[in-house]
């Protein structure tokens, strides 16, 4: 387990709600310090709203309305602080897991819905501006480090990055996990983002599992120290500590959109739920070790923090509601989307007419109408 309590780990908010800064969080804390009250209002209940919505998505998959569902229970910290830290005109590249995100910067989580469910390919288009720049999930690990670096190598080459314009200058973020780490694409679109000195900053969420292989048998260090190999300044926070999140992801992206080059963030967070609906943790992991964690509970940390400063019984009572109606509004739209016709299974396999998909499409035709009044 990584030691999130090692004095080098970048941290404001205990896991008690109180402030206790480490030592690594010296540089960090007077932009911590001018974090509004509003602002910790509206990152509470972010987390709050894509905790009741993604319960809500697992429990509509258990009873067959979706076909998979990825949880993103315990990693609510890491992703709304890191959200609320880029600018409208950056462009923010997923994995699969970034629900909160994805609400943050205008999607519509029904998208998500229809992804899960399968009636779409890419669940939204991220050149619609109601999307704010989120390009869409990516469910083949660690390949959106590289479509993120390409991305980012373009901005570099039309001179939307680095010009000195602080508000139209953009910047890229990728989200991946310790799992995807591993893997090839990341290690080359590092590679990449170096070379060219992208306006890039990659996001590690390490919520300790892939699937049901530990960090400790992926690295034999930290992960945070593979993006500083390539020449990237890289740094090691508590994914539980919104704040923690959102100062230093604001800083990389700020040094990134000014020409800095590339930096690589490492959120050191928990998967409290399973890998996905298909997933059954207690195979792997321990409920001492969940325990351990469901101390350090992201959402419970904020919220003792904004009591300590005088958030009234009636806040939260609102951000309760108002997070219940989005998981019954997601809810109520789900079941009302209903499915696809069984002929769309042949559409777009090929690019001409088949004969073959032609035979297969009247034999399904056929036996459908075998149904019809009672026949079969």
């Known amino acids: 387990m990584i030691p999130v309590d090692d004095p080098s780990l970048v941290r404001i908010l205990g896991a008690d709600g109180t402030l206790s800064p480490t030592p690594a969080a010296e540089p960090y804390l007077a932009a911590a310090e001018a974090v509004t009250d509003a602002e910790l209002e509206q990152f509470y209940r972010d987390m709050l709203a894509v905790r009741a919505f993604d319960r809500e998505a697992t429990l509509l998959q258990r009873q067959g309305q979706l076909a998979l569902w990825p949880p993103s229970l315990g990693q609510e910290a890491a992703q709304v602080g890191s959200a609320r830290a880029a600018r409208p005109q950056d462009h923010l590249f997923p994995s699969y897991r970034e629900h909160v995100v994805c609400m943050v910067r205008g999607v519509d989580p029904v998208h998500i819905i229809r992804l899960m469910r399968g009636l779409t390919h890419g669940g939204w288009d991220p050149a619609d501006p109601a999307n704010g720049n989120m390009h869409i999930y990516t469910m083949?690990?660690?390949?959106?480090?590289?479509?993120?670096?390409?991305?980012?190598?373009?901005?570099?080459?039309?001179?939307?990055?680095?010009?000195?314009?602080?508000?139209?200058?953009?910047?890229?973020?990728?989200?991946?996990?310790?799992?995807?780490?591993?893997?090839?694409?990341?290690?080359?679109?590092?590679?990449?983002?170096?070379?060219?000195?992208?306006?890039?900053?990659?996001?590690?969420?390490?919520?300790?599992?892939?699937?049901?292989?530990?960090?400790?048998?992926?690295?034999?260090?930290?992960?945070?120290?593979?993006?500083?190999?390539?020449?990237?300044?890289?740094?090691?926070?508590?994914?539980?500590?919104?704040?923690?999140?959102?100062?230093?992801?604001?800083?990389?992206?700020?040094?990134?959109?000014?020409?800095?080059?590339?930096?690589?963030?490492?959120?050191?967070t928990y998967r409290m739920g399973a890998?996905?609906?298909?997933?059954?943790?207690?195979?792997?992991?321990?409920?001492?070790?969940?325990?351990?964690?469901?101390?350090?509970?992201?959402?419970?940390?904020?919220?003792?923090?904004?009591?300590?400063?005088?958030?009234?019984?009636?806040?939260?009572?609102?951000?309760?509601?108002?997070?219940?109606?989005?998981?019954?509004?997601?809810?109520?739209?789900?079941?009302?989307?209903?499915?696809?016709?069984?002929?769309?299974?042949?559409?777009?396999?090929?690019?001409?007419?088949?004969?073959?998909?032609?035979?297969?499409?009247?034999w399904l035709a056929e036996y459908e109408r075998a149904f019809e009044g009672g026949q079969a």
């Not at 120290?225 to 994914?239: E, L, N």
């Not at 009572?317 to 069984?342: Q, V």
């Open 140 to 268: 083949v690990l660690g390949s959106q480090t590289l479509h993120a670096t390409g991305y980012a190598m373009g901005l570099a080459f039309d001179g939307r990055s680095g010009t000195g314009d602080a508000e139209r200058d953009q910047a890229v973020m990728v989200y991946y996990g310790d799992g995807a780490s591993s893997q090839g694409d990341v290690h080359e679109s590092m590679v990449f983002a170096a070379s060219y000195r992208t306006p890039e900053v990659f996001f590690l969420q390490n919520n300790q599992w892939a699937i049901s292989v530990p960090v400790a048998t992926q690295s034999r260090a930290p992960l945070f120290q593979r993006g500083a190999g390539y020449g990237m300044p890289s740094i090691q926070i508590d994914g539980n500590d919104v704040i923690a999140s959102y100062v230093v992801t604001k800083q990389a992206l700020d040094e990134a959109r000014a020409g800095l080059g590339p930096r690589a963030i490492e959120a050191v």
């Open 275 to 362: 890998h996905t609906t298909s997933d059954d943790p207690t195979k792997y992991r321990t409920s001492d070790e969940e325990q351990a964690w469901t101390q350090r509970d992201p959402v419970v940390r904020l919220r003792t923090f904004l009591e300590s400063r005088g958030a009234s019984a009636a806040f939260f009572a609102d951000a309760e509601a108002a997070a219940a109606a989005i998981a019954e509004d997601a809810r109520t739209r789900t079941i009302a989307l209903g499915g696809l016709p069984a002929d769309m299974i042949f559409q777009h396999v090929y690019s001409e007419p088949h004969p073959l998909l032609e035979e297969q499409a009247a």
